[in-house]
């Protein structure tokens, strides 16, 4: 399968990471912690943070770029905070896959009840993102 070209991936620790892994070679920008996203870098930003940390996230980015491009890895519930930010309408994966440490690949969190896996990715960034995903060995449902 072809890589598609997503950047870049907010956050440097395991997902980020490994999302950068699942890419071309040079093709995302990395944005660490306390770093500011550009207002001219093309694709989607991939949220990988903690949830404690996603109003720094917002205080880094361009306003411009909250609705269209953020794209927010979680595996938890986020609807509170999104109606709080007004990004009810955000793109999100629904990340099942773990990762034990740093460098470590991902394991899919495919079980015998669901063999095709549960990660989905919501949105219009949905099939770049899943596309990547698959790229890596993970599975992913997209729903637009």
Do not use: H
């Given at each position: ?7 870049p991936?907010m956050?440097?620790?395991r997902?980020?990471?490994?999302l ?8 995302d ?19 990988c943070t903690?949830?404690?940390d996603l ?16 794209v ?11 109606e ?5 309408d ?8 773990a ?19 549960l990660?989905?990715?919501f949105?219009s960034?949905a ?6 995903l698959?790229?890596g060995?993970?599975?992913?449902k997209?729903?637009?």
């Open positions: 399968m072809a890589t598609t070209a997503v950047q991936a956050g440097s620790g997902v980020g990471q490994a950068l892994s699942m890419g071309p070679p040079g093709g920008v990395l944005v660490g912690r306390g770093e500011k996203v550009s207002d001219d870098a093309p694709g989607p930003i991939l949220v903690r949830n404690d109003d720094s996230v917002l205080e880094a980015t361009p306003k411009s770029r909250w609705r269209a491009d953020f927010f890895f979680q595996n938890g519930m986020l609807d509170p905070w999104f709080i930010k007004g990004l009810v955000a793109n999100q994966v629904l990340a099942y896959f990762i034990s440490k740093l460098g470590e690949p991902p394991v899919d969190g495919i079980t015998d009840t669901n063999p095709e896996g990660t989905a990715a949105g960034w099939p770049a993102v899943a596309a990547r698959q790229n060995g993970l599975t992913c997209v729903r637009l």
